[in-house]
């Protein structure tokens, strides 16, 4: 089992441009949830997505959005990119309910 | 509000010493509660997580946490650490209202002495 995966794991991105992350959950696992982790701080949550549709979402713009396909997977888009967004960028995967999120390795997005 | 504070930002410790890591949360809600680890340039690792039942909770490498309902504290603690137990330590709740999102606090770095 591969675990969370996620790419690209580095990015660079100039302010205003957009960017798109990808995420594959774990094996059987049908939840994905994105957090943002700037330095030294703890994971902030983004939005999670089960079934295809953004379930809930933290206090974000709406310049981050998502999509969770068929197959679990689920992408997080960033419009207009700003310096602010530079950050860790971690997936996590898990069932519906009370259980554990696995964390992938993240994307490191730097933004110039 | 719901939040998750750790009282300490870095915990210097001497190695094959104690350590413990303080974790205090507010909600409304019963909770579930989590510990993760995440070394240098790596994602999060679950060390433990406290859903239901004993209040002591046994996790991986050696780490226990207790959860304390009257105090709302969840404090991890260690007998004797190593050199590799050198990382960030994020203390971590969910909710139990159907509500899956995981809330963390700021995170403890601990720093291994030889």
């Known amino acids: 089992d591969a675990g969370v995966t996620q790419s690209p794991t580095h990015l660079i991105k100039t302010r205003g441009q957009q960017v798109t992350l990808r995420c594959s959950p774990k094996s059987g696992h049908d939840t994905v949830s994105w957090y943002q982790q700037a330095l030294g701080q703890g994971p902030q949550f983004i939005f999670q997505y089960y079934e295809e549709e953004e379930r809930q979402r933290g206090n974000f713009p709406d310049r981050f959005s998502g999509h969770q396909f068929p197959n679990y997977s689920s992408e997080l888009n960033v419009n207009a990119l700003l310096l602010g967004d530079s950050a860790l960028y971690l997936c996590?995967?898990?069932?519906?309910?009370?259980?554990?999120?696995?964390f992938g390795q993240g994307t490191r997005l730097t933004v110039v | 509000a719901q939040s998750v504070t750790q009282l300490d930002s870095q915990v210097p410790v001497f190695e094959e010493a104690p350590v413990e890591l303080r974790c205090n949360y507010s909600?409304?809600?019963?909770?579930?509660l989590f510990w993760y680890v995440q070394y240098p340039n790596q994602g999060l690792q679950l060390l433990l997580k406290y859903l239901s039942g004993s209040t002591l909770v046994k996790g991986i490498n050696g780490f226990e946490a207790e959860f304390n309902k009257s105090q709302t504290s969840f404090h991890l603690r260690k007998p004797s650490v190593h050199i590799s137990d050198t990382a960030e330590y994020f203390c971590a709740v969910s909710f139990m209202n159907r509500d899956d999102k995981i809330i963390f606090g700021k995170g403890t770095r601990l720093h291994i002495l030889p």
């Open positions: 909600s409304s809600v019963s909770v579930y």
């Open positions: 996590a995967s898990s069932l519906q309910g009370p259980t554990e999120a696995f």
